[in-house]
């Protein structure tokens, strides 16, 4: 496992599947947060992907010790805006793109420098740009 695409300092953000891993306990997902606590980054989620990462594997024990570690961004109204101009900006639109939009949003709000650990690069570099590094999980 490489360091060299996050920066120390500033936020690391976890999309549903990086959540999902983290509560399932993947090395690589883990790693990172490992490399998270020992650089002080800022670990953070959006409070819409809470709904994305609940399914039947998730064990609700876990998923709860998971979030006591990290911080839950709430989604607001100027952050929906935003997701809603990132969106517009990016020719998307639609219930397909919405909370990768709002996860996006609330990469952009955080301190930075900033990573993402998602499942969906492409969606998620084509709503942030190069304001944030994106790492695929």
């Not at 998307?92 to 301190?111: E, N, V």
Request: net charge negative.
């Amino acid at each position: 496992m490489s360091r060299s695409p996050a920066a120390p300092g500033g936020t690391l953000v976890l999309d549903s599947e990086g959540l999902a891993k983290a509560v399932l306990r993947d090395r690589t997902v883990t790693a990172w947060l490992a490399l998270a606590r020992a650089d002080d980054l800022r670990v953070i989620t959006s409070a819409a992907t809470l709904v994305e990462v609940v399914h039947p594997r998730i064990k609700a024990p876990a998923l709860e010790w998971t979030l006591s570690r990290l911080i839950v961004e709430p989604v607001t109204e100027p952050l929906a805006r935003h997701a809603t101009a990132l969106l517009a900006d990016a020719g998307l639109h639609g219930h397909t793109y919405a909370i990768d939009a709002m996860l996006s949003a609330t990469a952009l709000a955080a301190p930075g420098p900033v990573t993402v650990l998602t499942s969906d690069p492409e969606d998620l570099t084509t709503l942030c740009g190069t304001r944030v590094t994106v790492i695929n999980v």
